[in-house]
Nanobody
Framework: QVQLVESGGGLVQTGGSLRLSCEAS????????MGWFRQAPGKERKFVAE???????NYQESVKGRFTISLDNAKNTVYLQMNTLTAEDTAVYYC????????????WGQGTQVTVAS
């Protein structure tokens, strides 16, 4: 059973940085795509970044050059380093996992709130 637990959210000023963590259990990174999604108030949840099971990375256009996804195999943890934050980045951020042969992300964490104060 896959379990994902996010941490690292909080309140930050515009232009600041945060690093989100997602501790994963019940999976091996080499068999899963790991993703970050976010949901702003009143909006649908949207893709932010992912690292595939082949360790390729993909990013939403609006975060390219500012956000970096990485993982630590020894700690079974995925990170999202977020720099140069703006108010538009305010959202609940979710970690997700997708088995490499599946089309959809099917395992989700509980989410962590990121608030960027202007």
């Amino acid at each position: 059973q896959v379990q994902l637990v996010e941490s690292g959210g909080g309140l930050v000023q515009t232009g600041g940085s945060l690093r989100l963590s997602c501790e994963a259990s019940g999976l091996t990174f080499g068999n899963y795509d790991m993703g970050w999604f976010r949901q702003a108030p009143g909006k649908e949840r949207k893709f932010v970044a992912e690292m595939t099971w082949t360790f390729r990375t993909n990013y939403q256009e609006s975060v390219k050059g500012r956000f970096t996804i990485s993982l630590d195999n020894a700690k079974n943890t995925v990170y999202l380093q977020m720099n140069t934050l703006t108010a538009e980045d305010t959202a609940v951020y979710y970690c997700a996992a997708r088995y490499r042969f599946n089309r959809e992300y099917s395992s989700w964490g509980q989410g962590t709130q990121v608030t960027v104060a202007s």
